[in-house]
């Protein structure tokens, strides 16, 4: 039976619980074998500026260090230059030898500016895609409109997971405002960021 990999990308920056609990509530949903974390080297709709790849590349690996259905891939990192979905996911049909079925996890938000990513009616048409819920989104509209975009919907599944109400950018400015950031993310990589002075 092919394996169900679950392909989970972004900036990371940091990784923080509200990312793993997406993460986990995916993988028990659609039966995943795996989640693959991938954090972005240069992601096409968004400047980074506060960290660089290779310490987001590291606090990921911290986080999901002890969770044996969660791993980490370099790829985009190796790959340097626009992180670009299309040809991330054919790099994973590759390492599985085409057998595996693909699936590929953002959230509401990234959904919706589909149109924009290269090659996205194909990105569709070669792995499922799992569309996770966020506060503030009209999931019924959101379905309306990727539908003038996309040949076909078939493979979009949308999934309501658990909210935390915590993001990235809130934990930066808790970090440069000297506030405490232990509830938010796991604990290495709280030590991690303190050790390296980030986002300072």
Same mark, same amino acid.
């Given at each position: 039976?092919?394996?169900?990999?679950?392909?989970?990308?972004?900036?990371?920056?940091?990784?923080?619980?509200?990312?793993?609990?997406?993460?986990?509530?995916?993988?028990?949903?659609?039966?995943?074998?795996?989640?693959?974390?991938?954090?972005?080297?240069?992601?096409?709709?968004?400047?980074?500026?506060?960290?660089? +790849? /290779?310490?987001?590349?590291?606090?990921? &690996?911290?986080?999901?260090? @002890?969770?044996?259905?969660?791993? !980490? #891939?370099?790829? $985009?990192?190796?790959?340097?230059?626009?992180?670009?979905?299309?040809?991330?996911?054919?790099?994973?049909?590759?390492?599985?030898?085409?057998?595996?079925?693909?699936?590929?996890?953002?959230?509401?938000?990234?959904?919706?500016?589909?149109?924009?990513?290269?090659?996205?009616?194909?990105?569709?048409?070669?792995?499922?895609?799992?569309?996770?819920?966020?506060?503030?989104?009209?999931?019924?509209?959101?379905?309306?409109?990727? +539908? /003038?975009?996309?040949?076909?919907?078939? &493979?979009?599944?949308?999934? @309501?997971?658990?909210?935390?109400? !915590? #993001?990235?950018? $809130?934990?930066?400015?808790?970090?440069?405002?000297?506030?405490?950031?232990?509830?938010?993310?796991?604990?290495?990589?709280?030590?991690?960021?303190?050790?390296?002075?980030?986002?300072?």
């Amino acid at each position: 039976m092919p394996s169900k990999i679950g392909i989970f990308g972004g900036t990371f920056n940091p990784i923080h619980l509200g990312h793993l609990i997406v993460a986990d509530d995916v993988l028990c949903k659609f039966k995943l074998d795996k989640i693959i974390f991938i954090p972005s080297y240069l992601p096409p709709h968004k400047v980074i500026k506060d960290t660089n +790849a /290779k310490h987001r590349y590291k606090m990921v &690996k911290l986080a999901i260090s @002890k969770n044996p259905n969660f791993k !980490i #891939s370099p790829v $985009e990192l190796n790959r340097k230059g626009k992180s670009y979905s299309i040809d991330t996911v054919k790099y994973i049909q590759k390492l599985y030898k085409n057998k595996a079925h693909i699936f590929f996890i953002l959230g509401v938000d990234a959904m919706q500016e589909i149109h924009t990513w290269k090659n996205f009616n194909e990105l569709v048409d070669i792995c499922h895609f799992i569309v996770v819920s966020r506060p503030g989104y009209d999931t019924l509209h959101l379905k309306k409109k990727i +539908a /003038k975009y996309l040949d076909s919907t078939e &493979k979009v599944h949308f999934m @309501k997971v658990t909210h935390t109400n !915590i #993001s990235s950018t $809130e934990i930066r400015v808790r970090i440069k405002t000297g506030k405490n950031i232990k509830c938010l993310v796991h604990s290495d990589v709280e030590k991690y960021i303190y050790q390296h002075k980030l986002y300072v």
